[in-house]
């Protein structure tokens, strides 16, 4: 677990870099992706013109999309911004928000990971549909997902096939490359009650993703980090609404010491 | 008022159901519609591509329509789910926002109430003008909506020109399928000074009418559920920030005892 | 300084008379702009489609145009408005949101200007932007902006050149109508740090120029309005979701002896 040991440096770096992060994304999370980009400080930048999506990208250091609401500009955009990504080996992030849910989704992320992505993520079920499409085209109905699915056997199949770290959410989080898996017990189950938890977890990945190269390591420093926030958030429950208020809170005022301290993880 | 003892059940079946719920609706408020349906314990879910708005319409348990940010694209999409949704008997919940205050919102309001809706939720003025509308094409002028309108017959008559459930929400809010009509007494003035309240309430609406077949007990229930969750979120105002925060906190932790304590109905 | 005797009284203007405020804006901070402008009794309606444009500018009491997020359709639609405002004397007001970021912001923000606005708000870098392309096509290079630039003297070419207020937020927050220059020290950093607070301040300002003819003290006291409640705000500061709250809350309580006492303002 040396480079483990590496973690605790990303939040630093992160604030030493203020990266910029070109945001692709759904217009119901953004303003809450935007904000928790800034509270660990990074610069997020949301553009989806066909017209500024390669000038943006080209001054970023990391491109975020997000498939949470499409439409055909927008998908453009990504096909072009990504495009120009790979290229300069500007790190590309995938959230495959309702990957399963529609053929639209599904193609959507098929053709955005084959084009190259450095990490996607997505709940169990997005990450079932995605792991399930590498063998057959039919995918997976949500509905057949159950506790018993082996979500980190189907997660190291998806990191394989795309050659790229999976990040699985859901109980636990599973973080992959297919070949070493860390598993973080961190979070609370009410984190799935405000939408765009998973939208900014994949922010904090693009921003440590910014700053880190090993992947596996960003990804996982960035999940431990969202898993944290959340469950500290969630002392002194009083609802949904300053929950969600507290995860701003706690993801802005977090340090090392306090990250070191609550981490559960383990590795595979 | 036999059907108002079964009006505290359906808190509970909808979270025993969880329903999907397939909004199309705009980019203002729709963070706060998303977790104000996830907070009572359904699935929202914002899609809005013409690729993908029958699929996803087919899965889901209601067909959330809101006019308040309309665009060529997404009216083409509302009139697609719409019929299916029409053809397959899922209900449909219109908010109309902002009718009366352009031709196109007009237009597309009595287009949406024509290809037949079950629920359709206004402010005062919204209602007005839709049952103004019914005797006239020339509408209301907001201007000259005062006091003294019969809030109660123009709510009527909207019901009953386009059979559905007419809600019309200010001072009094009035729930009727134009033969039987409650008027909720809950709620408070400045939950007006919050965007989105009204969407909020529609999206509550939609989740009740997803579990609950009696479509004027669904949207009494709901519109009971908002007021008294603003009114309990504005003991001890703190200003409209902590306010809005306070929303999701009742909507959240609201209890069937606490709702029969505090609902304030009356039937005519 | 006599018109600063008047400043305070635009507070009470705008709640006597509720203007209701034309929003063609992005969709990260489109809630928190609306928010801001319902806090201080300020009716805001956003509606970017080509069909409804010219009946809502027509009934409106400012525009407020913000290139936050760009599309063609809502430049055809900010054209269509800005054009209709002008022939009305509606006033118009600009949020340059990342001008000098990409070409399409750049060639935007000098086309919006060009047609004539009444008010400019930027950032530091985007007013140098502006200003470099007073004299030449080039554009500054952000990252060659630093503490020495003379942003005062920029901030006058922008109001210069377009006959316009212009509006630099940073440090300290620079008014100008080229002639006379006010200076707002009140406000704090951590603003920063929330997306959209700057979208907001030129929300307030559209609120004030809706009621207060003199746009350089409606400016000014939007200005003003904004930094006292973010320093407000961030007392007891407990993170930035807090934060963000308590700002909110203080735009919505904080009255004219508040204000008053609060305001740090010095005339050039």
Same mark, same amino acid.
């Given at each position: 677990m040396n480079s483990l040991n590496e973690i605790n440096k990303i939040m630093q770096k992160i604030k030493n870099v203020n990266p910029l992060v070109h945001c692709l994304t759904n217009y119901v999370t953004v303003n809450d992706v935007a904000n928790s980009l800034l509270s660990i400080g990074t610069s997020p930048i949301m553009a989806d013109s066909i017209d500024e999506v390669e000038e943006i990208v080209s001054i970023s250091k990391a491109l975020y999309i997000n498939i949470g609401t499409l439409n055909s500009p927008v998908l453009k955009s990504m096909e072009v911004a990504q495009n120009l990504a790979v290229s300069k080996n500007i790190p590309v992030i995938l959230?495959?928000? #309702?990957? #399963?849910?529609s053929s639209l989704r599904n193609k959507s992320t098929i053709s955005i990971l084959e084009r190259s992505v450095d990490i996607v993520h997505g709940n169990y079920s997005e990450i079932a549909y995605i792991a399930s499409s590498v063998s057959n085209?039919?995918?997976?109905?949500? !509905?057949?997902?159950?506790? !018993?699915?082996?979500i980190i056997s189907m997660a190291k199949k998806v990191a394989k096939k795309y050659n790229c770290i999976c990040v699985a959410t859901g109980e636990k989080d599973i973080i992959t490359d297919s070949e070493t898996t860390y598993v973080v017990k961190? #979070?609370?189950?009410?984190? #799935?009650?405000?939408?765009g938890t998973g939208c900014m977890l994949t922010g904090l990945i693009a921003a440590s993703a910014a700053v880190e190269e090993d992947f596996l390591l960003a990804s996982t420093y960035a999940t431990a980090l969202m898993a944290i926030s959340g469950e500290r958030a969630f002392e002194?429950?009083?609802?949904l609404g300053s929950f969600h208020v507290n995860i701003f809170n706690e993801l802005s005022t977090i340090d090392e010491y306090i990250f070191e301290g609550a981490i559960k993880i383990e590795k595979l």
């Amino acid at each position: 677990m040396n480079s483990l040991n590496e973690i605790n440096k990303i939040m630093q770096k992160i604030k030493n870099v203020n990266p910029l992060v070109h945001c692709l994304t759904n217009y119901v999370t953004v303003n809450d992706v935007a904000n928790s980009l800034l509270s660990i400080g990074t610069s997020p930048i949301m553009a989806d013109s066909i017209d500024e999506v390669e000038e943006i990208v080209s001054i970023s250091k990391a491109l975020y999309i997000n498939i949470g609401t499409l439409n055909s500009p927008v998908l453009k955009s990504m096909e072009v911004a990504q495009n120009l990504a790979v290229s300069k080996n500007i790190p590309v992030i995938l959230d495959a928000v #309702g990957a #399963g849910a529609s053929s639209l989704r599904n193609k959507s992320t098929i053709s955005i990971l084959e084009r190259s992505v450095d990490i996607v993520h997505g709940n169990y079920s997005e990450i079932a549909y995605i792991a399930s499409s590498v063998s057959n085209t039919k995918g997976v109905d949500a !509905s057949s997902l159950d506790e !018993s699915l082996d979500i980190i056997s189907m997660a190291k199949k998806v990191a394989k096939k795309y050659n790229c770290i999976c990040v699985a959410t859901g109980e636990k989080d599973i973080i992959t490359d297919s070949e070493t898996t860390y598993v973080v017990k961190n #979070g609370c189950r009410e984190m #799935g009650n405000i939408t765009g938890t998973g939208c900014m977890l994949t922010g904090l990945i693009a921003a440590s993703a910014a700053v880190e190269e090993d992947f596996l390591l960003a990804s996982t420093y960035a999940t431990a980090l969202m898993a944290i926030s959340g469950e500290r958030a969630f002392e002194n429950y009083r609802g949904l609404g300053s929950f969600h208020v507290n995860i701003f809170n706690e993801l802005s005022t977090i340090d090392e010491y306090i990250f070191e301290g609550a981490i559960k993880i383990e590795k595979l």
